[in-house]
């Protein structure tokens, strides 16, 4: 099977105030539809490195590969052009334009792409949106609806460029158990049926357990 | 990237926040509808106060001033080359004060391609005269429609037309000084007497005001056979001429030239009136002034309101960089934010302005000075409304280029880290 993602030798440093060496020979490496998720205490760098695998934060050494092809030295604005076509987001806070509607939200990483026509994005959207069955909150502002909600619309907003992969970052953190076992659910299908990978960081170690893999880090190393 | 998801990404981001919008909007139109008043109005006023001397003073004056002859006939005398020499009390000679070969050196003139045209003049002395009262005057011999074309004759008639004067060799336009003076209407025949004693009797076809009190008492115009037939003279008898250019600055070069060539007294219109360059110079310098400092100052505004905007806005743009916005995407989207409100304010402002300068071009504004002008005199040249929008695009766009600038910069991490 093909490697989603693939880390080599990550190293990051914090420069200031002092350099604090955080993560240390990082290796490692996601399948085609593989469900993963990193656990470790607060501090331990298992955000950075989401940041680094995200191709948000150059400041790296190492290597980095997405569907084999090395990423790692591109421009940022290939880097962005990446995160929009291959990459999908979800954030602990859910990170929705406020200003625009639920659907204007799904529809903006694909506008940007813009592979395809508007009434094509609209209609992808709307699929993915009932997907998350939340397509009855399509036109209501962002902000007008409830933090599950914004969580499954975020969701939505991940998939709508058909990425390899999705990362997110406590995606279920602030969410009450009934929700986070909703969000569970849908990513285990998307990794069922769509074949797409997952890479999720949390605290959750009921969310954790039932992941294909657990990735355990510490103190800037990856423990198992 | 397509420009229409920016665009609809700005229109999102200004309709949200509608109030903040309207302000900075309305800073720019206040600056450019100030600008375009300002200028409208100063340089409309300035064209009516230069044109007040410009217009109806030759570019190039030429005549022959009485003045002492350089050589004595003594000088001429090989026998006392090598004499000190004392004259004393010399006078100028009694010959014609007339420029000499008139007619052909008018010819000339007026075939060089610079010249608008050259008018001949002839200037006499003469007493207006009603039942015992005799005033001093100065009566202008003049082609009256080359007058009336070239220096606006027309726009210092205050009755009676330039026609009545052009089509009757007896009529005289007459300062309204004088005929205030000696109680004499349109239609009336004056009596002048020359100062070689004749009298004669013209018909008063008009009034003229030249807004100078002192000229109005003096001063009539007659056509130039008229003034020809008062002084006695053939009709190639020219005092002055006057020249009128295409291109006024051209003036003391070509001054220069005609000196060289004729013995006359030359005079350009830079020479014989500093004064009024320097003034509309420094009037225009002080309304650009006022004007700039007013876009700055809406420029401040935007960038104010563009920069918090930003701040406002930093999940936003971490978000949009986070799912694939460049960073170049992002500062275009500031960016046409900034131009689109430099856009409204900026049409906005003109329309403003051409509406009040339209409403000052409406109020009623009387002066001595000019008889036909009744109205503020406002410039409605396209230039100020082509200037005006230009610059406002411009302020605008640096305005919400800088702020931008720091958008592009924004660390996503940092920002979601920071949550």
């Given amino acids: 099977m093909s490697k989603a993602l693939q880390a080599i030798n990550i190293n990051k440093h914090f420069r200031k105030p002092v350099d604090f060496h955080v993560l240390k020979d990082i290796s490692l490496d996601i399948d085609q539809g593989e469900f993963v998720s990193i656990m470790g205490k607060s501090g331990c760098g298992k955000s950075t490195l989401l940041y680094i695998l995200s191709t948000m934060d150059t400041d790296y050494e190492g290597e980095l590969y997405l569907n084999d092809k090395l990423i790692t030295g591109q421009t940022s604005d290939q880097l962005a052009r990446i995160r929009n076509e291959k990459i999908g987001f979800v954030f602990q806070f859910h990170y929705l334009l406020a200003e625009f509607t639920v659907l204007e939200n799904v529809m903006l990483p694909a506008k940007k792409l813009g592979r395809k026509s508007k009434e094509e994005i609209e209609h992808d959207a709307m699929t993915k949106l009932k997907l998350l069955g939340i397509d009855e909150q399509a036109l209501k502002l962002s902000s007008r609806i409830s933090g599950g909600q914004k969580q499954r619309v975020a969701i939505a907003r991940s998939l709508i460029n058909d990425p390899v992969i999705i990362m997110g970052d406590e995606p279920t953190g602030n969410l009450d158990s009934k929700n986070a076992d909703n969000v569970f659910d849908i990513f285990k299908d998307l990794t069922r049926d769509n074949g797409l990978s997952l890479l999720v960081v949390t605290h959750d170690q009921d969310f954790a357990d039932r992941t294909d893999r657990i990735i355990t880090m510490g103190d800037g190393k990856i423990l198992s | ?419």
């Avoid at chain 2, 002055?240 to 005609?258: C, R």
């Fill in chain 2, 1 to 419: 990237m397509k420009l229409s998801v920016i665009l609809s990404i700005s229109r999102t981001h200004l309709l949200s926040r509608k109030k903040q919008t309207i302000i900075a909007a309305l800073g720019v139109t206040f600056g450019i509808g100030a600008y375009i008043i300002m200028m409208s109005f100063m340089t409309g006023l300035n064209g009516l106060l230069d044109g007040l001397v410009l217009n109806r003073t030759p570019h190039i004056h030429l005549y022959d001033e009485i003045k002492l002859s350089e050589d004595q006939p003594l000088d001429l005398d090989e026998t006392y080359t090598d004499h000190f020499k004392i004259v004393h009390s010399v006078k100028p000679t009694t010959s014609q004060r007339k420029i000499h070969n008139a007619s052909a050196l008018l010819a000339y003139l007026n075939e060089q391609s610079y010249v608008r045209g050259a008018t001949a003049i002839v200037k006499a002395q003469a007493f207006y005269m009603a039942g015992t009262s005799r005033l001093t005057g100065s009566i202008l011999g003049v082609d009256v429609m080359k007058e009336a074309e070239l220096y606006n004759l027309n726009d210092y008639i205050v009755e009676g037309e330039v026609k009545d004067l052009a089509t009757n060799d007896n009529g005289i336009l007459i300062g309204i000084g004088v005929a205030k003076i000696l109680s004499l209407q349109v239609g009336d025949i004056v009596q002048v007497s020359t100062a070689l004693g004749d009298v004669f009797p013209l018909k008063i076809v008009g009034f003229y005001q030249s807004g100078l009190a002192d000229i109005d008492k003096i001063q009539s115009y007659v056509n130039i056979k008229t003034a020809q037939r008062l002084m006695g003279q053939p009709i190639d008898y020219i005092t002055d001429i006057n020249v009128k250019l295409y291109d006024m600055e051209l003036a003391p070069e070509i001054s220069k030239d005609l000196k060289a060539k004729y013995d006359l007294t030359i005079v350009d219109i830079q020479t014989a009136n500093a004064q009024f360059e320097t003034g509309s110079y420094i009037r225009n310098l002080i309304s650009y002034a006022v004007s700039i400092t007013l876009l700055i100052v809406a420029g401040f505004g935007i960038y104010n309101i563009l920069n918090m905007l930003i701040y406002e806005k930093m999940n936003d743009i971490a978000i949009l960089k986070a799912t694939g916005f460049s960073g170049k995407d992002v500062q275009r989207i500031f960016i046409s934010q900034a131009i689109i409100i430099g856009f409204i304010g900026g049409v906005l402002g003109l329309i403003v302005g051409y509406f009040a300068s339209l409403l000052i071009s409406h109020q009623p504004f009387e002066t001595a000075a000019l008889p036909t002008v009744t109205k503020m005199p406002v410039n409605f040249s396209p230039s100020f409304y082509i200037i005006g929008i230009v610059f406002a695009m411009i302020s605008t766009f640096f305005a919400g280029y800088f702020p931008s600038k720091k958008a592009q910069r924004i660390d996503p991490v940092e920002i979601i880290r920071g949550q």
